[in-house]
């Protein structure tokens, strides 16, 4: 089924021209078990009663939907937050690991690895292995583990093992680089618990379909707090892009604008080009022989050189438009969000919110109804920003 | 099960049948482009010592196959400024006596543009090219422009691989058939992988094609040990460790003259 937005990707696991599956022929019969294993879990009633009960028992779900008081007088808006900080690990990447650590037992898989950049998913994935009694590998790039000790430290209270990648430019893409290099060599009983929309077939789809849960839940609290109506603005940050893409997947059959906003040091689709990488096509950041370029942004989980595949089609299609916010940008959103409404966004975030507050009042007009999902909460970055303030 | 389209039989096919006609097995040395000055002429001195085919690697940016060492060749070669079409220049005046491949990442060739690529590797006199990320799935638009070109895409068959598949892989590679010796990344190992003999036995059921074992063959022993069942071995990363160590161009070609003599020596 291709014909209807945001539903599942062609049979070779394309959104439009993007997606696919370019991998090395060792993970190709692993993507399909994934590939079968998603399907089946998916189609399975008891599997969504076991996610839904750890998502809601543990998770923290459902998450709120915040209108801002004073930020909204303050813009000219009205702006509503989707309260992803609030969910257990403090951002939406846990609705993600819950699903693929339950995929990864069904499996018979006992042992996850992961990437991550500023840390979060890397947290959420040794949460998950520790909840279910899994082992847990996390790869982390050796110059985010400087700027995101604390979360490193978390990991390893969780009993996760950190590894530092020290190779290219020691970010989040060469953190995905080491979490397939492990995984081709310990395929048979380790999961690669992958934690944006991109990847090979079928990770993007699988991710989406799990943090789908976020813009489920805000349509229908959207529409509780908006008398019956859909908020004219849907905004999301993306790196890989999962909470946008959840975020959007429900609100693309409304009449909403749905924005992404890149870091401005990592805008795959403001600056990239059609290209293949990490098993997907999608747009990368790339020179002129291809070689893949190192995102620079004041966020580690932004610094990623390209962007999920469904993204790329839907900018392609023009049914979301993709933005930029810079890192001074950022800041100040950082420090006026948790001013005006007693909240410390993520840096990540903070990117859409920045976004937001600069076209509030110019592009979005004066009274329109916004929606940011806030996928994290900003503990993590507070040494990080106090730094970047003195 | 893809039936292979006719196909006139290219360089690398040829030449690897006719030496293994000749009861010879076949040794294929790779050497990742632009990694040092003088990369030519360690290409012709493992030619010299008896390579049989050579893979050159373009070095890609995120080469996720590859282990420690083939990234840290990688790394110095894009450090050194190594692009595709310099290789491509460089390979144009080399004249060896056996047919040459290129090993690079589908960004490459991507970027380039399927018979743009194809089209600059036949002009450079390449009979093969290696893409490693390019599943058989996805392999389609490459390898007609590559046939036209007369280029032989080798296509990669791992112990993972079901039975079904093999047999598709087998269809559609062209040269040879590389065996995937181990589940894992390049680099040189202790021991060859129970891994890689099954493999090639599973290739050889499959198809007529020359069958070579790489990724994890590292010592002329285990080279030796892998051809017991395959038609060759493609050796990488002890290679190339020995050229980032500072080995000469002859210090290399001893090396590979080790493996040759093993090889020869039988098993």
């Known amino acids: 089924m291709t014909g209807s937005l945001m539903g599942s990707p062609d049979p070779s696991g394309r959104f439009g021209e993007f997606g696919g599956r370019y991998v090395p022929e060792s993970l190709v019969p692993a993507c399909m078990e994934l590939e079968a294993a998603f399907a089946e879990a998916w189609d399975d009633p008891a599997f969504h009663d076991e996610l839904d009960a750890v998502l809601v028992g543990y998770g923290g779900r459902p998450t709120p939907v915040t209108e801002c008081r004073r930020l909204s007088e303050r813009l000219g808006i009205r702006l509503l937050l989707k309260r992803e900080d609030l969910t257990h690990t403090g951002s939406h990447k846990l609705n993600n690991v819950i699903g693929q650590a339950l995929l990864a037992g069904r499996m018979g898989k006992r042992r996850l690895v992961a990437e991550t950049g500023a840390g979060q998913h890397g947290v959420a994935t040794a949460t998950a292995a520790a909840l279910f009694g899994m082992d847990c590998v996390v790869y982390m790039g050796e110059v985010d583990t400087a700027r995101q000790a604390l979360n490193v430290f978390r990991m390893e209270l969780l009993g996760a093992e950190v590894r530092p990648v020290t190779s290219g430019s020691r970010t989040l893409k060469d953190a995905v680089n080491e979490a397939l290099r492990d995984w081709v060599a310990e395929v048979d009983h380790t999961h690669y618990c992958i934690g944006s929309v991109m990847g090979p077939h079928p990770y993007p789809y699988i991710v989406r379909e799990l943090q789908r849960v976020v813009g489920e839940e805000a349509r229908v609290q959207c529409r509780q707090l908006l008398g019956g109506a859909d908020p004219q603005w849907v905004v999301a940050c993306v790196g890989g892009g999962s909470n946008a893409a959840g975020t959007f997947a429900g609100f693309v059959d409304t009449d909403a604008v749905l924005v992404g906003v890149e870091a401005a040091g990592g805008a795959a689709m403001g600056h990239g080009v059609p290209g293949v990488v990490h098993g997907m096509k999608s747009y990368l950041m790339q020179d002129e022989a291809g070689q893949i370029e190192e995102a620079e942004s004041i966020s580690a989980g932004l610094d990623y050189p390209g962007i999920g595949p469904e993204h790329a089609h839907l900018a392609t299609i023009g049914r979301a438009r993709y933005e930029q916010a810079t890192d001074a940008e950022v800041l100040d959103a950082f420090s006026l969000l948790a001013r005006t409404e007693g909240i410390v966004p993520a840096l990540e975030p903070a990117h859409a919110l920045a976004w937001v507050a600069r076209q509030a009042g110019k592009e979005i007009p004066h009274g329109a109804t916004v929606l940011v999902t806030l996928s994290g909460r900003g503990d993590k970055d507070v040494a990080q920003v106090r730094d970047l303030l003195a | ?267």
């Not at chain 2, 840290?72 to 144009?92: C, I, K, Q, W, Y």
């Not at chain 2, 990320?133 to 032989?152: F, H, K, M, N, T």
């Open chain 2, 1 to 267: 099960m893809t039936e292979a389209p006719a196909l006139v039989e290219g360089r690398l096919e040829a030449h690897l049948r006719a030496r293994r006609q000749q009861g010879r097995k076949l040794l294929v040395t790779y050497v990742t482009a632009g990694v040092r000055a003088d990369w030519v002429q360690v290409v012709q001195s493992v030619v010299a010592a008896g390579a049989d085919a050579v893979e050159l690697g373009i070095p890609f940016s995120d080469p996720m196959i590859d282990g420690p060492t083939i990234q840290a060749a990688s790394v110095e070669a894009l450090r050194r400024g190594t692009t595709p079409a310099g290789v491509l220049d460089a390979v144009t005046s080399l004249e060896v006596e056996v047919p040459l491949c290129v090993m690079t990442y589908y960004n490459i060739v991507f970027r380039a543009g399927h018979r743009r690529f194809a089209q600059s590797l036949a002009s450079a006199g390449v009979s093969g090219a290696i893409v490693p990320d390019l599943s058989l799935e996805e392999a389609g638009e490459w390898c007609r422009e590559a046939d036209d070109a007369g280029v032989a895409t080798v296509l990669l068959v791992a112990p993972s691989t079901p039975e079904d598949r093999v047999a598709r892989i087998c269809a559609r590679s062209r040269g040879f058939v590389y065996g995937v010796g181990r589940m894992g990344v390049t680099g040189e190992r202790g021991e060859l992988a129970g891994s890689a003999r099954r493999v090639a036995r599973r290739v050889r059921a499959a198809t007529d094609l020359p069958v070579c074992i790489g990724i994890g063959v590292s010592t002329p022993e285990q080279a030796a040990e892998a051809c017991l069942d395959a038609d060759g071995v493609v050796v990488g990363s002890a290679l190339v460790r020995r050229v980032l160590e500072g080995a000469s161009p002859d210090e290399a070609g001893e090396f590979v003259a080790g493996v040759r003599g093993r090889l020869d020596a039988g098993a």
